[in-house]
């Protein structure tokens, strides 16, 4: 049986969740057992050298992933994280930080999620000087590029491609949230993708508590987690957080 985490014992929590979280909602992870590295290539249609060489395929990608997260649902471990919201007291913080672009987070009811990877949901125009804004779009792209109608720029998917920065503004407020946490969680992350696998190694610098939720262990930071449990994040995070 696993062991509920004292959640009172702690003031400022960060959660931060990767793929895993999402799979029990059909959702397919990346690195994983049949996920979407195996069914794409990653250099060819997620990196920011093909957003300019074959935007298309890109395109094929996001459209991909948009069919399955339009349909998709919150499951049990989104739903214990939006709960777990409401059970805090006034001196008690809670920040989720999420890797992922399907927005289950939001839809479980989450307020305040920290996207650090872009929202698979919106569109915007890549031209810099345009004054379009990223907007919400689930249409699918599969057989033609769209284009801005203000500029006629090309339009890409909002979401962080290989090669890319983290949007500063959501990497800001995950760094500030980290180094003041005491209780640090990451649910469904491999914990190999830089910069959000330092994160807990920060978190600890800083005297927190770090607990894994995942289906296999860390390859590299077993030695710095706190507790590991092992399972699926679905059945494991409620029991967890009660």
Not at 50 to 66: C, E, G, N, Q
Not at 184 to 194: K, Q, R
Not at 202 to 216: P, S, W
Request: aromatic share 6%.
């Amino acid at each position: 049986m696993t062991d509920r985490i004292d959640i009172a014992a702690y003031e400022r929590i960060v959660i931060l969740t990767g793929a895993g979280v999402s799979a029990a909602s059909g959702l397919d992870t990346f690195r994983g057992h049949g996920g979407l590295w195996k069914q794409f290539d990653p250099e060819a249609c997620a990196t920011a050298t093909a957003l300019h060489t074959d935007p298309l395929r890109v395109w094929r990608l996001i459209s991909f992933m948009r069919r399955a997260a339009k349909t998709a649902k919150p499951n049990p471990a989104h739903q214990a994280i939006a709960a777990l919201q409401d059970k805090l007291t006034a001196t008690q913080s809670l920040t989720v930080v999420t890797q992922n672009i399907d927005g289950l987070h939001q839809r479980a009811g989450s307020p305040g999620v920290i996207e650090l990877h872009g929202r698979l949901s919106h569109t915007r125009c890549m031209n810099p000087r345009c004054a379009v804004m990223p907007f919400e779009d689930w249409d699918l792209y599969e057989t033609e590029v769209p284009h801005c109608e203000r500029c006629g720029a090309v339009l890409r998917p909002d979401v962080v491609l290989f090669e890319e920065m983290l949007p500063p503004d959501a990497y800001r407020a995950c760094d500030d949230a980290v180094n003041a946490c005491d209780l640090f969680l990451a649910v469904g992350t491999s914990c190999t993708v830089h910069p959000a696998c330092d994160f807990v190694f920060t978190a600890k610098d800083h005297g927190a508590r770090a607990i894994l939720v995942n289906l296999e262990p860390p390859e590299n930071a077993a030695d710095v987690f706190d507790e590991i449990h092992l399972g699926p994040a679905e059945e494991l995070l409620p029991a967890l957080l009660g």
